[in-house]
């Protein structure tokens, strides 16, 4: 069942008042029935911290930059990694 779904790796950004942490944890079990590779790393952007005027404009900190990369690269390698389960080649871009 959602056969277009299995063996694709996913990666999580959210935001919230606590990060959207709670969202991303209710996601997990939905992820594992789809057979998603879920990165363990999202990105937990806080209305108070990574956005001015509370949600008005998005201003992110520097340590979020580290945690999108972070966040990417897992990504990249996971996607690779499945690409070889699907027996596919990933589309690189440029």
Known sequence: MY??????AVGVVS???DGGVRAVDALRPVFSALQLAHVPAPVALNL???????????SPGEH?????????DRLLSLTTALTHVRGTV???AS
């Open 48 to 58: 108070r911290t990574d956005f001015s005027d509370f949600g008005a404009f998005f």
């Open 90 to 92: 990933p589309a690189v």
């Open 15 to 17: 935001y919230g008042i």
């Open 3 to 8: 056969a277009e779904w299995n063996n694709k």
């Open 64 to 72: 979020q930059d580290q945690a999108l990369t972070v966040l990417l």
